[in-house]
Nanobody, 114 residues
């Protein structure tokens, strides 16, 4: 099983990034996919989740209206479009698969700074 995140980097406040998570080794379309993040000194926190079909999406209050989660079951990939980024969005972002089992990616760093 692998979850491989990409798309992180350094961006200025107000900018955008798109994270991707490519999954393999399990039945992707049967799993709820989510993004979490962890800033230095903080616990890992929920950011967004998508049901297996993409029909239901949930967001943390702190990112509502700015972030959008989506998935492509044909490509076994989940995305996180992040707009209007703020310095407090700086964290390592982790992809999560939750279903029969739970899997985590290795994380990708997002830094929002001028």
């Amino acid at each position: 099983v692998q979850l491989v995140e990409s798309g992180g980097g350094l961006v200025q406040p107000g900018g955008s990034l798109r994270l991707s998570c490519a999954a393999s080794g399990f039945t992707f379309s049967s799993y709820t996919m989510a993004w979490f993040r962890q800033a230095p000194g903080n616990e890992r926190e929920f950011v967004a989740a998508s049901s297996w079909s993409g029909g239901r999406r949930n967001y943390a209050d702190s990112v509502k209206g700015r972030f959008t989660i989506s998935r492509d079951n044909a490509k076994n990939t989940v995305y996180l479009q992040m707009n209007s980024l703020k310095p407090e969005d700086t964290a390592v972002y982790y992809c999560n698969a939750n279903g029969l089992n739970t899997y985590w990616g290795q994380g990708t760093q997002v830094t929002v700074s001028s």
